[in-house]
């Protein structure tokens, strides 16, 4: 279990302290780094919000999987990695013990008679 950022409690809410390190939403591609979950108890049932360290969230309940490691063949967010690590909370790879290959995901266009374009490398 890690320490989550501090989040301000709303009414009907539950700002979690501690969590497992990774997040797999079943909808997504890479696997997150969580930095605030909170259950919020403001509709018929119970449903998560988290907020990943690249930015990005999600909400839901069992589209969400807390992972003590990535998934095998999936991609951890390379933003999420970096910001995280930069928190000074410890790498993915010492958290797991091995390597974890990192990921991004880049929108294209696919419109006008245009082929993919691809991101040059810098």
Not at 19 to 45: A, M, Q
Not at 62 to 73: E, R
Not at 90 to 115: F, Y
Request: aromatic share 4%; net charge positive.
């Amino acid at each position: 279990m890690l320490p989550l950022k501090r989040a301000r409690k709303m009414l009907g809410s539950v700002v979690w302290t501690k969590c497992l390190p990774f997040v797999e939403n079943s909808r997504g591609v890479l696997i997150h780094r969580p930095r605030v979950v909170t259950t919020y108890n403001i509709h018929r049932d119970a449903h998560i919000a988290v907020n990943y360290w690249c930015g990005n969230g999600t909400t839901g309940g069992k589209n969400i999987s807390f992972l003590t490691k990535p998934t095998p063949g999936k991609l951890l967010c390379r933003h999420c990695e970096a910001k995280a690590v930069a928190a000074r909370l410890p790498t993915t790879d010492s958290l797991v013990g091995a390597h974890v290959h990192l990921g991004i995901v880049v929108a294209q266009q696919t419109c006008c008679g245009r082929e993919p374009q691809r991101e040059q490398s810098k």
